[in-house]
Nanobody
Framework: QVQLVESGGGLVQFGGSLRLSCSASVLALNYYSVTWFHQAPGREREAVSTINIRGDTLRYSDAVKGRFTIARDKVKKTVDLQMDSLKPEDTGIYYC???????????????????WGQGTQVTVSS
């Protein structure tokens, strides 16, 4: 059983930055690929970015490409999401997720993940 915990959310102004972290309470995330998801108010959860175990394969949704950066911190054993140039439409809850059988080629599919954190709220004011 993998228990994920997100942190780093908060309130930020348009154009500002936040850094989210995903950690695992039981097992080190160094051994799992991880995906970050965003759920805007009243909308479905959508994949934002994913990183593989080695940290050398990174993918981003078109909505965040060029603004967000995913990375591993192998010392802290976290997967971080650096969010820059934030926009009001980035507001919502951000979740990190992983799976026993990671959907490498279908990483955007919410239904293929069986481990989720509780989420962290990000609010971007205009």
């Amino acid at each position: 059983q993998v228990q994920l915990v997100e942190s780093g959310g908060g309130l930020v102004q348009f154009g500002g930055s936040l850094r989210l972290s995903c950690s695992a309470s039981v097992l080190a995330l160094n051994y799992y690929s991880v995906t970050w998801f965003h759920q805007a108010p009243g909308r479905e959860r959508e994949a934002v970015s994913t990183i593989n175990i080695r940290g050398d394969t990174l993918r981003y949704s078109d909505a965040v490409k060029g603004r967000f950066t995913i990375a591993r911190d192998k010392v802290k054993k976290t997967v971080d999401l650096q969010m820059d140039s934030l926009k009001p439409e980035d507001t919502g809850i951000y979740y990190c997720a992983t799976a026993d059988l990671f959907p490498t080629t279908q990483w955007t599919r919410v239904d293929l993940y069986n481990y989720w954190g509780q989420g962290t709220q990000v609010t971007v004011s205009s």
